[in-house]
């Protein structure tokens, strides 16, 4: 059973940075196409960020340019580095592969609460 525990999350003021970690058990990141999503209140999930097997990073124009993933295979664990933090980033913050046909999501995990307030 693959495991999902994302952590770094918090309460931030607009322009600030976190640094966002999530621990993969039960499976091996770089075998998978690994993403970051969000998931603010009303709304619905979407892909912030997702590093291929290759290390090919790619961002939707709401963050591109602020945030960046990375992945350590040593330690099976995937980061998500978010600076120039805004109000409109405030949400649930999840890790997960990118789900295909033949490779579905793994069972979430609890996610981290990213709040932007002043």
């Known amino acids: 059973q693959v495991q999902l525990v994302e952590s770094g999350g918090g309460l931030v003021q607009p322009g600030g940075s976190l640094r966002l970690s999530c621990s993969v058990s039960?499976?091996?990141?770089?075998?998978?196409?690994m993403g970051w999503y969000r998931q603010a209140p009303g709304e619905q999930r979407e892909v912030v960020a997702t590093?291929?097997?290759?290390?090919?990073?790619n961002y939707p124009n709401s963050v591109k340019g602020r945030f960046t993933i990375s992945r350590d295979n040593t330690k099976n664990t995937v980061y998500l580095q978010m600076n120039s933090l805004k109000p409109e980033d405030t949400a649930v913050y999840y890790c997960?592969?990118?789900?295909?046909?033949?490779?579905?999501?793994?069972?979430w995990g609890q996610g981290t609460q990213v709040t932007v307030s002043s």
């Open positions: 039960g499976s091996i990141i770089s075998l998978n196409i």
């Open positions: 590093i291929n097997k290759g290390g090919y990073t």
């Open positions: 997960n592969r990118i789900s295909t046909s033949n490779s579905p999501y793994w069972p």
